[in-house]
T-cell receptor, first 111, second 115 residues
Framework: KQEVTQIPAALSVPEGENLVLNCSFT??????LQWFRQDPGKGLTSLLL?????REQTSGRLNASLDKSSGRSTLYIAASQPGDSATYLC??????????FGKGTRLHILP | DVKVTQSSRYLVKRTGEKVFLECVQD?????MFWYRQDPGLGLRLIYF???????EKGDIPEGYSVSREKKERFSLILESASTNQTSMYLC??????????????FGPGTRLTVT
């Protein structure tokens, strides 16, 4: 059964620093991996989607990579800002079409 | 922009009541999903649907049912609400391509409290 893990559960970083969030999954037979952002009490906002055939995707200051063989993905945030403070979740879609979410990393950017 | 809307942001119901949560998307997406989100447990899939009148059980379907009579609308039904169904409920939708899959778009969520 697919399991998705995000470590650490919480992270505090000074403003301006570059940072990396990690996501690991146990079954490499996936269709895609998606990174989301969630602000407190709100729904999820899609950040990046990586298809299983891709290695990375970029959007502005965000870069997501995927290494299926090792069961890992990273979300790189460049030049962090206080507005980046949120919970970041990754989700994988398996061959059974089910989507499994990690429990998220709560990010706090210190002004 | 894709828009996914949910009928209520906050809802308070009594134990035993029948509860309807509505989700509407405006982008002609084939796939629609219902999740619940609880502290320490993350998001868990309740039901999903590939097309009108189609439904598939997710990981935690017990105590819930769904209805998809029109492509744009996916309803989650709590037949007899219980206190352990107090949670944040999130709806999502996505295209289903022939080869690749597309990203999910989420609604704002409904925070349901059952007393």
């Amino acid at each position: 059964k697919q399991e998705v893990t995000q470590i650490p559960a919480a992270l505090s970083v000074p403003e301006g620093e570059n940072l990396v969030l990690n996501c690991s999954f146990t079954d490499s037979a996936i269709y895609n991996l998606q990174w989301f952002r969630q602000d407190p009490g709100k729904g999820l906002t899609s950040l990046l989607l990586i298809q299983s055939s891709q290695r990375e995707q970029t959007s502005g200051r965000l870069n997501a990579s995927l290494d299926k063989s090792s069961g890992r993905s990273t979300l790189y945030i460049a030049a962090s800002q206080p507005g980046d403070s949120a919970t970041y979740l990754c989700a994988v879609m398996g061959r059974d079409d089910k989507i499994i979410f990690g429990k998220g990393t709560r990010l706090h950017i210190l002004p | 922009d894709v828009k996914v809307t949910q009928s209520s942001r906050y809802l308070v119901k009594r134990t035993g009541e029948k509860v309807f949560l509505e989700c509407v998307q405006d982008m002609d997406h084939e796939n629609m999903f219902w999740y619940r989100q609880d502290p320490g447990l993350g998001l868990r899939l309740i039901y999903f649907s590939y097309d009108v009148k189609m439904k598939e059980k997710g990981d935690i379907p017990e105590g819930y049912s769904v209805s998809r009579e029109k492509k744009e609308r996916f309803s989650l039904i709590l037949e007899s609400a219980s206190t352990n169904q107090t949670s944040m409920y999130l709806c999502a939708s996505s295209f289903q391509g022939p080869i690749i899959t597309y990203e999910q778009y989420f609604g704002p969520g409904t925070r349901l409290t059952v007393t």
